[in-house]
């Protein structure tokens, strides 16, 4: 289908919600958004949503694995299985995003990204996010000490090498040594410089965020709390107006008046929603492995044996059904998991329905299911149509 009208939609479109709208599709793009059904004097094929809600493909900056599938371990397929993962949530970009490991193992990474780039069987891969390996151990989380070292800028010169464009994110400690350095050297080269597992105090953070850092990953989860006489990175990035903040809305890693509190401080242009998850994603209780740890997964709660929370296992439409769930509006809950992360990344024709946008749009029930999931006018998923894949059991 080049074209095609979909009709009897709730639109999430960036002007605001349009109940009964409709959306031409022509091209790969969005060529029209519409009040009422489609005209009848248009002879394209027509789609009717069934009144259902229209988004924004949804973009996740932060997300390891899913279905089962370690992006970090040097298969292809883990890639492209997450990538079908992502599409059944309405996700239509996401960053590859790394844990600390050995320089070896992120070269490795980057070799599969190139593979499955351009030939995704779901959602688009849309760069790599490296998470590490330039942490502070004190604030190491589920981060696997072994792997954690100071910035060194000889070692990111021959990833960006690797990678090149590719490498769209990193997510470093700045208060180690070397670590202004680093996002300087960075920052030159496009690479967006996020903080996290960092034990940055205010002034610490202040300096990393003159220096070029812009974004907080996962923020609070990972950092120094903030204290009323010893604020650290979390206040420094709320009064940073050009420091966007990560939220994991599970309700287990941010308490919901946390969320709000973020949601007030920097409004929806300043935050997005991430998953954070592991392969359990989509998946349900059990053992897994991620990061070189054993990881427990109990009531959808993912953690290490001594109850270090590792990762999660939210999808995007379940963080979006939470955040709209705990008060905050529609419009800037589709804002900030589809329209802040597409502007973070600088993807301006991404992240929103509006005329000359990319046709990446995904449509959910009352729910918040996913019904169907498209990526440039061509449909990726379809309830009922495709299952999210499983590896085999143990013992097959
Ligand atoms: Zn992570």
Redesign the pocket.
């Known amino acids: 289908m080049r074209e095609l009208w979909i009709e009897n939609v709730r639109v999430v479109a960036e002007a605001g919600l349009m109940e009964g709208g409709a959306v031409r599709v022509a091209g790969g793009r969005i060529a029209a958004v519409a009040t009422g059904p489609a005209p009848r004097e248009d002879a394209s094929p027509v789609l009717d949503g069934g009144g259902g809600l229209l988004i924004p493909g949804l973009i996740d900056v932060?997300i390891?694995g899913a279905s089962g599938h370690d992006m970090m371990d040097g298969r292809r397929a883990s890639i492209e299985g997450v990538s079908r993962a992502c599409a059944a949530t309405g996700c239509t970009s996401f960053l590859v995003?790394s844990?600390s490991s050995t320089l070896e193992a992120l070269l490795r990474l980057v070799d599969r990204v190139r593979e499955v780039i351009g030939q995704e069987p779901g959602a688009a891969i849309a760069g790599i996010h490296a998470?590490g390996p330039y942490l502070n151990v004190k604030r190491k989380g589920m981060q696997n000490e072994a792997f954690l070292r100071h910035p060194s800028l000889p070692e990111m010169r021959q990833v960006l090498d690797h990678a090149g464009p590719l490498l769209r994110m990193v997510?470093l400690a700045p208060e180690l040594p070397g670590g202004l350095e680093l996002t300087t050297f960075l920052r030159e080269r496009g690479v967006i410089v996020a903080v996290a597992h960092s034990d940055a105090t205010y002034d610490e953070a202040l300096a990393a965020f003159r220096h070029g850092a812009s974004h907080v990953?996962?923020c609070f989860n990972g950092m120094r709390p903030i204290h009323h006489r010893d604020p650290g990175l979390i206040v420094a990035a709320f009064e940073a107006p050009h420091v966007s903040v990560q939220a994991i809305v599970d309700h287990v890693h941010l308490h919901p008046a946390t969320v709000r509190l973020m949601h007030r401080l920097k409004g929806p242009g300043g935050m997005v929603l991430i998953t954070?998850a592991l392969q359990a994603m989509g998946l349900g209780d059990g053992e897994y492995s991620f990061g070189g740890h054993a990881v427990t997964v109990r009531d959808g709660v993912a953690r290490l044996a001594d109850g270090t929370l590792a990762?999660s296992t939210v999808t995007m439409n379940g963080a979006l059904r939470n955040t709209v769930g705990i008060g905050i509006p529609l419009v800037d809950a589709v804002t900030m998991a589809a329209t802040t992360p597409a502007d973070l990344l600088g993807l301006p024709h991404k992240g929103r329905i509006a005329v000359g946008a990319d046709a990446d749009l995904a449509l959910l029930d009352e729910d918040y299911r996913v019904c169907w999931t498209m990526i440039g006018g061509r449909m990726v998923f379809q309830a009922g149509g495709e299952v999210a894949d499983r590896p085999p059991p143990p013992s097959a």
Do not use: L, Q, Y
């Open positions: 932060h390891h995003t844990v998470e997510t990953t996962h954070d990762s």
